[in-house]
């Protein structure tokens, strides 16, 4: 059974950091790209950033280009997002999500129940 | 950026009827080299993640009733549940995993 556990949510003040971690188990971890999707209060889903299962082809909403990194260490089936230079606008439940093949064109099949992240003074 | 959008926002169908949502792209989510469309179909009831129904617009995902079914092609789509059941009440929307960023339709409630 594929299992994806986020972690590392929590409140934190504009322009802190955060770094959210996502082990997954059931699967062989490398060969799948990953993604990190948010959904706001009240608003619709937004993809964060996807990465490929070589850890290649990394990609970032404009939104939060030089804020957000995501990596992975495939020894340790988990996925990373590290999120540096907070907005309120940032706050937001942050899924994380594994897609079908190894590379992010491909559909997301599973989702993890989500971390929350707020942002606030 | 591709945009999506959906219609209705909602609609209200009673048990056992057809249900029909439409989702269409700003731009083609067809790739020809390979003919397919990287159009996906989600689920998502209170609480809960996304579960994929749909796939490539039209592959449904293992598991998923056979009353669920996705049709369409370049920039419009549809999901239809032929016959709907008390479980299927939820919120439905699309994706497409063409281009970066990829993107999610706004969202369809389903209610009896």
């Known amino acids: 059974e594929v299992q994806l556990v986020e972690s590392g949510g929590g409140l934190v003040q504009p322009g802190g950091s955060l770094r959210l971690s996502c082990a997954a188990s059931g699967i062989t971890f490398s060969r799948y790209a990953m993604s990190w999707v948010r959904q706001a209060p009240g608003k619709g889903l937004e993809w964060v950033s996807p990465i490929g299962g070589n850890g290649d082809n990394t990609y970032y909403a404009d939104s939060m280009k030089g804020r957000f990194t995501i990596s992975r260490d495939n020894s340790k089936n988990t996925l990373y997002l590290q999120m540096d230079s907070l907005r309120v606008e940032d706050t937001a439940v942050y899924y994380c999500?594994?897609?079908?093949?190894?590379?992010?064109?491909?559909?997301?099949?599973?989702w993890g129940q989500g971390t929350l992240v707020t942002v606030s003074s | 950026d591709i945009v999506m959008t959906q219609s209705p926002d909602s609609l209200a169908v009673s048990l056992g009827e057809r249900a029909t949502i439409n989702c269409k792209s700003r731009q083609s989510v067809l790739d020809s080299s390979n003919n397919k469309n990287y159009l996906a179909w989600y689920q998502r009831k209170p609480g809960q993640p996304p579960k994929l129904l749909i796939h490539w617009a039209s592959t449904r995902e293992s598991g998923v009733p056979d009353r669920f079914s996705g049709s369409g092609s370049g920039t419009d789509f549809t999901l239809t549940i032929s016959s709907l059941q008390a479980e299927d009440v939820a919120v439905y929307f699309c994706q497409q995993y063409y281009s970066t960023p990829f993107t999610f339709g706004p969202g369809t409630t389903v209610d009896i």
């Open positions: 999500a594994k897609h079908s093949g190894i590379n992010c064109y491909t559909p997301i099949d599973y």
